[in-house]
């Protein structure tokens, strides 16, 4: 066989390997399920982050493995009927963002293992038991550490002098929410700022706690990570901008959209990561004996022109820190 011939026949056994491999194994090829509660148009990036994750361990769609998205929109109700149509394919793995979606697969009857990611204190969601030893099916990336709801507040106050009143935007339906309400008031206690939750399910709520807010003589404003709060950030950046209102939120989507600032985990890290948890369950691990991962990648976004506009000088302390200044 001459060369050229040979690493063309080379290359495609290479190519036809990964279908092999599972042939041989007498397996049929992988089928994994990913559930997110955001739209999809929104969370592309994050849906990207982790289907390079399975690339960067060897995985190609259509070859060794086969990806079921599902998207609830921002609708916590149709999470059920997605997860009822995963379960229906039986997929191997469940990938599942943020807490509404895990919860909803907690109260089901099933024995899928899930990955979860995003999630910001699974312990208390009652998905696992511990970090280390989750013990059950469920096991991930959460979203927080102990210090992070802290953080938030301890850069706004620094940007925001005289600090004394707070605005928070939660979520009631994300069980997280109250995960962040309780570490933020437990870190405004320390610096002697009172904190008033403003509970949002709908753009019109988003109105009218803002404009409370803003009656009640609040000094700024933190939205915590939720993803319908996410989905309604130009409506929320702009009612803050009106009012002249400092805020805080988790994620740079903000801050590009014209918010003052962002501080939270690098998403994209922790979704590109859940590959990890993919992969060795499909070997053969449980989710009960794999530790839950937390955040070790943050970013902090400021926006200039938006402290500007509100006439704030933004500290050298912040900017220093930030990762990204947005001029």
């Known amino acids: 066989m001459r060369r050229r011939e040979f690493i063309a026949l080379l290359g495609g056994a290479a190519a036809a390997w990964p279908l092999a491999a599972w042939a041989q194994q007498g397996a049929s090829v992988p089928r994994i399920g990913y559930l997110f509660s955001f739209n999809r148009s929104e969370g ?4 990207d982050a982790s289907r390079q994750g ?10 060794n ?3 079921e998205p599902r998207w ?4 916590y109700e149709r999470l059920p009927k997605l997860l009822a149509e995963l379960e229906h394919l039986k997929v191997e793995v469940i990938v599942i963002a943020a807490t509404p979606g895990n919860v909803a697969a907690k109260a089901r009857a099933s024995t899928i293992p899930i990955v979860f990611v995003a999630v910001a204190e699974p312990v208390k969601a009652g998905l696992i038991a511990s970090l280390p030893k989750p013990g059950g099916r469920f096991t991930g ?4 550490t102990p210090e992070m709801s802290g953080k938030r507040l301890e850069l706004l106050a620094e940007t925001v002098h005289g600090l004394a009143r707070l605005a928070i935007l939660l979520n009631p339906s994300n069980l997280s929410n109250f995960v962040f309400l309780e570490e933020t008031e437990a870190a405004a206690r320390r610096w002697g700022i009172e904190v008033k939750p403003f509970e949002v399910r709908s753009p019109a709520d988003v109105k009218r706690a803002i404009e409370t807010a803003v009656g009640e003589r609040v000094n700024a404003l933190i939205a915590f990570d939720d993803p ?4 309604d950030r130009a409506a929320i950046v702009a009612l803050t901008a009106k009012h002249r209102l400092p805020a805080m939120y988790g994620t ?3 801050a590009d959209e ?6 939270g985990p690098h998403r994209p890290d922790l979704y590109r990561r859940t590959a990890i948890f993919v992969d060795k369950i499909l070997k053969g691990a449980k989710p009960a004996d794999l530790p839950v991962e937390q955040p070790t990648r943050f970013e902090l976004i400021v926006n200039r022109k938006t402290a500007a506009a509100l006439g704030l000088d933004l500290p050298t302390s912040v900017v220093l820190r930030a990762d990204e200044v947005i001029e």
């Not at 399975?54 to 070859?63: A, K, N, S, V």
């Not at 609830?72 to 609708?75: C, L, P, T, V």
């Not at 319908?228 to 989905?231: D, E, R, T």
């Open 228 to 231: 319908f709060i996410h989905s």
């Open 252 to 254: 740079r989507e903000f």
């Open 65 to 67: 493995i086969i990806v």
């Open 72 to 75: 609830a929109e921002g609708q």
């Open 54 to 63: 399975l690339r960067d361990l060897g995985y190609m769609e259509g070859q």
């Open 44 to 47: 592309k990036h994050l849906w």
């Open 258 to 263: 014209g918010g003052l600032m962002a501080y």
């Open 141 to 144: 990336l959460s979203l927080l």
